[in-house]
């Protein structure tokens, strides 16, 4: 059995169907209209004239771009009053470290010592497995990290560093 719409129900969802489109463009455009490269031209490569002074233009040089593709990895500037407040930290990262490496022991062991050698909640220590039974474990405040490493044969290291533009106190695997 066929079933007829009222010409009230079709015209309906023709006008739904219509204002839904058009919002979902207007919500395209104005996306689009919040580049701050709209309407800006790439860099002229080096063969062609130059751009007045203070020109604004997307870079097509590949260095260029590589560094901003890895902009991630770069740290926050840290003082130096920040550096050396911080390492006595980093000394108590390696200690523990140097306590655990060589050890038969698992990620909730490592980020255990980190945190109580940090001084921090263990929920706020970053960790990441390298190669068994190597490991990097990072935790810290505002701007500063300290990150520590350990491997084997006993060996353990803490450095203080700056926190990643991403926000992490370890630095970002990145990759394609």
Partial sequence: ???????TAVI??????TVAVSAGGYAVA????????????????????????????I?????????ENHGYRREQEITAEQR?????????????????????????EIVAAAATALGLEPDRIEYR???????????????????????REGHAAAEV????LDGTCLPGLGGH
């Fill in 129 to 151: 497995q390298l190669r068994r039974p190597e490991a990097l474990v990072g935790g810290g405040s505002g701007k500063v990290c300290v990150i520590g490493t350990m491997g």
């Fill in 12 to 17: 309906g969802s023709l006008l739904f169907v």
């Fill in 84 to 108: 050396a407040g911080a390492q006595g930290k980093a000394e108590a990262l390696a200690e523990a470290l140097k306590g655990l490496a060589g050890k038969p022991v698992g990620e909730a």
């Fill in 30 to 57: 104005l996306a689009v209209a919040d580049d701050p490269r709209d309407g800006m031209r790439y860099c002229p490569s080096p063969q062609e004239p130059r751009l007045p002074p203070g020109t604004p233009c």
């Fill in 161 to 164: 560093t700056g926190r990643t």
């Fill in 59 to 67: 870079s097509q040089d590949p260095n260029l771009k590589y560094q």
């Fill in 1 to 7: 059995m066929r079933r007829q719409r009222s010409r």
